[in-house]
């Protein structure tokens, strides 16, 4: 099969969620013989084409702005490309794409398969009139295209209760950690176990806000590392709000050994999270074995269940952390309860056994029409 998967930025993986799935995807899928293309932004002027691992990249120039126009724009052009290729099968990751299809006159709606990402319109970071933009990509998405993935039951559940449509429900999936204690911690100055985390884009509904200052009240005596970029204007207001020797922001890390051995080496993992489905860092996290603590959301709430604990405001939080000493028992056996529950339900070489069988599958259906 010769597949292409668009709407990410690229790969490598420098950035979220549905990069991390492309670059997991496109390299099994040319690994056991089939011809894989990611679409990635490039700042070059124009279209180029270079090889990944196997995995084909086609590089399409766009703006050094991300915001949303921009972003659709890249979406355009990659469709534009896209859709002059022979590729049997066309991955879609998220649904903001489908109203540009209306510019296209010639396509076939059943080569396309959609991962519908969360309820995106529900982030804060959106205004009014991209939030109304989004909402009717989402509705013309589900009544234009028939393959569409959810990552969580929740968000299948979703779909179905507003659309009356079934969605097939595959998750993201996670490699088994790489931990070492390498310069790079000891570098860092941490101690094992004597230090909180969270992983995640610095924006509102993430509430990084929320954790540090939790945080501050617990008046705890052990460090807090957050890991994401800062090159957004919340950002900076986040870095400046709590600048305090004890709270470290390092800024972007994709480097899985180094990730996994923050990870493995914290006292608890705070998983802020509160819009989407399976979130790639919280897998991460439980794969890892790490005491967790989410906020309360049915997605992490349906991952999680009882071997976490929760939390909905900063004063919950700053109760976790100051009791954390105490409950180290229970949040250990919570938190390999977990790992092994991720290693059941979340191993990488499944779930990409289970999109490679859906892609079988719809290449069949269509090779027979």
Same mark, same amino acid.
């Not at 993430?206 to 994401?228: A, D, P, R, W």
């Not at 994709?254 to 996994?260: F, M, V």
């Given at each position: 099969m010769?597949?292409a998967?668009?709407g990410?930025?690229?790969?490598p993986n420098?950035?979220?969620?549905?990069e991390?799935?492309?670059?997991?995807?496109?390299?099994?899928?040319?690994?056991i013989g089939?011809? +894989?293309?990611?679409?990635c932004?490039s700042?070059?002027?124009i279209?180029?084409t270079?090889?990944?691992?196997?995995?084909?990249l086609?590089?399409?120039?766009?703006?050094?702005?991300n915001g949303?126009?921009?972003m659709l724009?890249?979406?355009?052009k990659c !469709?534009?490309?896209a859709?002059?290729c022979?590729?049997? !099968?066309?991955?879609e990751?998220?649904? $903001?794409?489908?109203?540009l299809?209306?510019?296209?006159?010639?396509y076939?709606?059943?080569?396309?398969?959609?991962l519908?990402?969360?309820?995106e319109w529900?982030?804060?970071?959106?205004?009014?009139?991209?939030?109304?933009?989004?909402r009717l990509s989402?509705?013309?998405?589900?009544?234009k295209?028939?393959h !569409?993935?959810a990552?969580?039951?929740c968000?299948?559940?979703?779909y179905?209760?507003?659309?009356?449509?079934?969605?097939?429900?595959?998750?993201f999936?996670?490699n088994?950690?790489e931990m070492?204690?390498?310069?790079?911690?000891?570098?860092?100055n941490?101690?094992?176990n004597?230090?909180?985390?969270?992983?995640c884009?610095?924006?509102?509904?993430?509430?990084?806000?929320?954790v540090?200052e939790?945080?501050? !009240?617990?008046k705890?005596?052990?460090?807090?590392?957050?890991?994401?970029?800062l090159? $957004?204007k919340? +950002?900076?207001?986040?870095?400046?709000?709590?600048s305090?020797p /004890?709270?470290?922001f390092?800024?972007?890390i994709?480097?899985?050994?180094?990730l996994? $051995?923050?990870?493995?080496?914290?006292a608890?993992?705070?998983?802020?999270h509160?819009?989407?489905?399976?979130?790639?860092?919280l897998?991460?996290?439980?794969?890892?074995g790490?005491?967790i603590?989410s906020?309360?959301?049915?997605y992490?709430?349906?991952l999680?269940g009882t071997?976490?604990?929760?939390?909905?405001? /900063? $004063?919950m939080?700053?109760q976790?952390?100051q009791n954390?000493?105490?409950n180290?028992?229970?949040s250990?056996?919570?938190?390999?309860?977990?790992?092994?529950?991720?290693?059941?339900?979340?191993?990488q070489?499944?779930?990409l056994?289970r999109y490679?069988?859906y892609?079988e599958?719809i290449n069949k259906?269509?090779?027979?029409?």
């Amino acid at each position: 099969m010769k597949i292409a998967i668009l709407g990410t930025r690229g790969i490598p993986n420098n950035y979220g969620g549905f990069e991390e799935f492309a670059e997991s995807l496109s390299n099994y899928l040319s690994c056991i013989g089939h011809e +894989a293309t990611v679409y990635c932004i490039s700042s070059a002027k124009i279209i180029s084409t270079t090889i990944h691992k196997g995995t084909q990249l086609i590089h399409i120039p766009h703006f050094k702005n991300n915001g949303g126009m921009a972003m659709l724009i890249y979406d355009y052009k990659c !469709l534009k490309h896209a859709l002059k290729c022979d590729y049997d !099968l066309i991955i879609e990751c998220g649904y $903001t794409f489908a109203p540009l299809m209306l510019l296209f006159s010639r396509y076939n709606p059943s080569k396309f398969i959609v991962l519908m990402d969360g309820i995106e319109w529900q982030r804060t970071k959106w205004g009014l009139l991209a939030k109304i933009f989004i909402r009717l990509s989402e509705r013309y998405c589900v009544k234009k295209f028939s393959h !569409l993935l959810a990552d969580h039951p929740c968000i299948a559940d979703y779909y179905f209760n507003k659309y009356k449509r079934k969605f097939l429900y595959i998750p993201f999936g996670v490699n088994e950690p790489e931990m070492n204690r390498n310069s790079f911690f000891n570098d860092l100055n941490f101690k094992s176990n004597d230090f909180f985390m969270m992983i995640c884009r610095i924006e509102p509904e993430n509430n990084v806000e929320m954790v540090l200052e939790g945080f501050m !009240l617990s008046k705890s005596t052990k460090q807090f590392i957050v890991v994401g970029a800062l090159d $957004t204007k919340y +950002a900076r207001k986040i870095v400046s709000r709590y600048s305090n020797p /004890s709270i470290h922001f390092l800024g972007s890390i994709y480097d899985k050994l180094k990730l996994d $051995t923050l990870r493995s080496n914290a006292a608890f993992y705070f998983h802020g999270h509160s819009v989407g489905g399976t979130n790639p860092s919280l897998l991460q996290a439980m794969i890892c074995g790490v005491s967790i603590a989410s906020h309360e959301n049915p997605y992490s709430k349906h991952l999680l269940g009882t071997d976490a604990q929760y939390f909905s405001s /900063s $004063t919950m939080v700053s109760q976790i952390i100051q009791n954390s000493s105490q409950n180290v028992s229970d949040s250990t056996h919570g938190a390999l309860r977990l790992q092994e529950k991720c290693r059941a339900q979340f191993k990488q070489e499944i779930v990409l056994d289970r999109y490679v069988d859906y892609l079988e599958q719809i290449n069949k259906s269509l090779n027979i029409q």
